[in-house]
């Protein structure tokens, strides 16, 4: 727990470096109050310069003026001015813009069917095999999240910085989530990124937005702790290389190379890894390679796709869905899996979008490969989830969610097993 005192230290520093008067001023009052400064300080000495000509002038004139100029400096000292990042205020005597963001956040979710250990949210990896009905409702407000960013102005650009974090964390099957949990904690200056975000090989951009918390299968979901380098070149692409956390058990970081392009119909990326995975000293290398692409089918329409393309996955992140690394006497066999994720999106109006997605995984393997002897035949050969969900915007910062949510997981040994639920969310934002 000593992570999370620290995070709570420093956000609790953050929040107490805020004024008495917690509201922000425009660039322009603080300029006003500047420019109210000068011009009473110039009338101060028109007023010294009449004093020493008419000895007679009352002293207390003079006072009056320094107290009018003593409460200007006071209110200029104490003001905070809006910041360069929207939604954000200058901290006083610096240069630095902060933004406080976040949302309180609720679910219920109704299993029509069996319902997956270990996962308030959808699990079809360990989806209950066979005809399951004795599913459960669940209330949970854990997935709510904080957190602050800066942007401080320098010589080659600006430095930027993110901590977040939720109340989701992960501690094994069936157990109270309710812990705090890390999720961003980065710094970002002249392209370069050190710390813990979304990894280099996601392709966030293409990822359908769901009620549901985790989404569907078949896409890298990870947040590592990396370092990345970026080279944008409008005129060519973005590129990025990244050296990011090792899946568990490794001594090799992961590698990953990506890049994107941006048209005005929409974008496209290509991304590349190779990582290791061990297993009681024991370690293969595997490949990744990952490509999406989105196209504005209407100023309001988003048609959006990607594929991934896996070998062994020991974190069940990096392609999810995929079965894990086996040991087969001394020899690390790895799930050669791919995985497929498509997502239609339309904004009705401000106050109305929805978003429908299918997200499926593959194992290449089958029964009589030397995988699947090591697995067994309870692992996973085909999953497959479909979303069909809106977000509704009664008042502003308040979005209303509701999704339906069905799939199915068949192994290696034809066994199945078939999800249904309902996700209901209310969720309520700040900055």
């Known amino acids: 727990m000593k992570l999370n005192h620290t995070f709570l230290a420093l956000l609790a520093a953050g929040l107490c470096s805020l004024p008495p008067a917690a509201f922000a001023q425009s660039a322009k009052d603080f300029e006003d109050m500047r420019n109210e400064l000068k011009a009473l300080r110039a009338e101060l000495n028109q007023l010294k310069t009449q004093q020493a000509q008419v000895p007679a002038a009352p002293a207390a004139a003079a006072s009056a003026w320094n107290d009018r100029i003593d409460a200007v400096e006071l209110k200029q000292k104490d003001a905070v001015v809006l910041g360069d990042i929207p939604g954000s205020f200058r901290l006083p005597g610096s240069e630095t813009s902060i933004r406080v963001y976040g ?23 360990e989806q209950p095999l066979g005809d399951s009905r004795n599913g459960k409702t669940s209330l ?22 993110k901590i977040e974090a939720d109340f989701y964390a992960y501690c094994g099957s069936e157990c109270n989530r309710n812990r705090l949990r890390l999720r961003h904690a980065y710094g970002e200056y002249a392209g370069w990124l050190i710390g813990q975000t979304w990894s280099t090989f996601m392709d966030l951009d293409n990822l359908p937005e769901t009620v549901d918390f985790n989404g569907p299968p078949g896409a890298t979901f990870r947040r590592p702790t990396q370092v990345r380098y970026t080279y944008n070149n409008p005129n060519i692409a973005k590129f990025q290389f990244a050296i990011e956390e090792p899946s568990d058990g490794a001594k090799s970081p992961n ?33 990744g390679l990952g490509l999406g692409a989105g196209y504005k089918l209407t100023g309001t329409a988003t048609l959006m796709a990607q594929y991934t393309r896996m070998d062994g996955d020991g974190d069940g992140a990096y392609l999810v869905g995929a079965n894990y690394p086996v040991l087969d006497g001394n020899t690390v066999r790895l799930d050669r899996s791919h995985g497929f994720v ?5 904004a009705f109006s401000e ?15 089958k ?19 479909w979303h069909a969900g809106m977000y509704y915007l009664p008042i502003k910062n308040v979005e209303l969610g509701s999704e339906l949510i069905g799939g199915r997981r068949t192994t ?9 639920r309902l996700n209901l969310q209310a969720r309520y934002i700040f900055n």
Do not use: C
């Open 140 to 161: 949970t407000a854990q997935t709510s999240r904080f957190g602050f960013e800066t942007s401080t102005p320098t010589g080659i650009g600006t430095f930027n910085t």
């Open 103 to 125: 949302f309180a956040e609720a679910n219920m979710v109704k299993d029509f069917k069996g319902t997956a250990p270990g996962d308030t949210f959808t699990n079809v990896m």
């Open 342 to 346: 498509v997502g239609l999106t339309n």
């Open 255 to 287: 590698l990953v190379a990506r890049m994107d392009k941006g048209y005005d119909w929409g974008n496209i990326n290509a991304r590349v890894m190779s990582h290791e995975q061990r297993i009681d000293g024991a370690s293969k290398r595997g490949l």
């Open 351 to 365: 106050q109305l979008r929805a978003t429908v997605s299918l997200g499926t995984v593959r194992s290449r393997q």
């Open 412 to 420: 290696f040994d034809g066994q199945k097993g078939d999800m249904l």
């Open 367 to 385: 029964l009589g490969d030397a995988y699947v002897n090591a697995y067994g035949g309870e692992g996973n050969y085909k999953l497959y989830q």
